[in-house]
């Protein structure tokens, strides 16, 4: 079992920049491929961003490429995603989620899951 708990969600005025953090606990974190989704209310999940085990190679939504910056420290245990130039769009409950896939943009691939933090953008 993994558990994943994510902090560092927030209320931001659009333009701005948050910093998402994914803690990891129980089973060996380095060895999992990480993930970011999100769910903004009334739809369905989306994903965001996705890192291998050892974070030599990544995945965006073209929704957040060029914006948004996954990356991992497995010393710690953490992931995170950095989010810049922040739209009142991107608002969304924000989930981490690990898998034994490597990078990877399909949820059912993903076999742990936090339970999300909250990010609004105002306009």
């Known amino acids: 079992q993994v558990q994943l708990v994510e902090s560092g969600g927030g209320l931001v005025q659009a333009g701005g920049s948050l910093r998402l953090s994914c803690a990891a606990s129980?089973?060996?974190?380095?060895?999992?491929?990480m993930g970011w989704f999100r769910q903004a209310p009334g739809k369905e999940r989306e994903f965001v961003a996705s890192?291998?085990?050892?974070?030599?190679?990544?995945l965006y939504a073209d929704s957040v490429k060029g914006r948004f910056t996954i990356s991992r420290d497995n010393a710690k245990n953490t992931v995170y995603l950095q989010m810049n130039s922040l739209k009142p769009e991107d608002t969304a409950v924000y989930s981490c989620?690990?898998?034994?896939?490597?990078?990877?943009?399909?949820?059912?691939?993903?076999?742990?899951w936090g339970q999300g933090t909250q990010v609004t953008v105002s306009s």
């Open positions: 989620a690990a898998n034994s896939g490597g990078v990877t943009s399909a949820p059912y691939t993903y076999d742990y």
């Open positions: 129980g089973r060996t974190f380095s060895g999992y491929g």
């Open positions: 890192i291998s085990w050892s974070g030599g190679r990544t």
